[in-house]
Nanobody
Framework: QVRLVESGGGLVQAGGSLRLSCAASGSSISIYAMGWYRQAPGKQRELVASITTGGTTKYQDSAKGRFTISRDNAKNTVYLQMNSLKLEDTAVYYC???????????WGQGTQVTVSS
């Protein structure tokens, strides 16, 4: 079984930056893609960004130009660099992985990101 360990959340002022990390460990499996969803209070969980083993990235429109996702395939680790943070970026951020374009793997435990004014 694959375990996802997230780090890097916290409290930051609007306009600031944070970097999230998520490392996958455990069974030797082939991970197709990794990325991040987020869920704000009272809202549905939404995709923030994802990246495949081949480096193909996908971003939510609100993240484009501000967030950058990257991946170290050798370490099965994904990073999310978040710049120019806004109040509306406040949420619990969940790391995830996919086994294929059609098979979801699992979620991480979540890390809180709070942006203050």
């Amino acid at each position: 079984q694959v375990r996802l360990v997230e780090s890097g959340g916290g409290l930051v002022q609007a306009g600031g930056s944070l970097r999230l990390s998520c490392a996958a460990s455990g069974s030797s499996i082939s991970i197709y893609a990794m990325g991040w969803y987020r869920q704000a209070p009272g809202k549905q969980r939404e995709l923030v960004a994802s990246i495949t083993t081949g480096g193909t990235t996908k971003y939510q429109d609100s993240a484009k130009g501000r967030f950058t996702i990257s991946r170290d395939n050798a370490k099965n680790t994904v990073y999310l660099q978040m710049n120019s943070l806004k109040l509306e970026d406040t949420a619990v951020y969940y790391c995830f992985y996919d086994l294929s374009p059609y098979d979801f793997g699992s979620w991480g435990q979540g890390t809180q990101v709070t942006v203050s004014s």
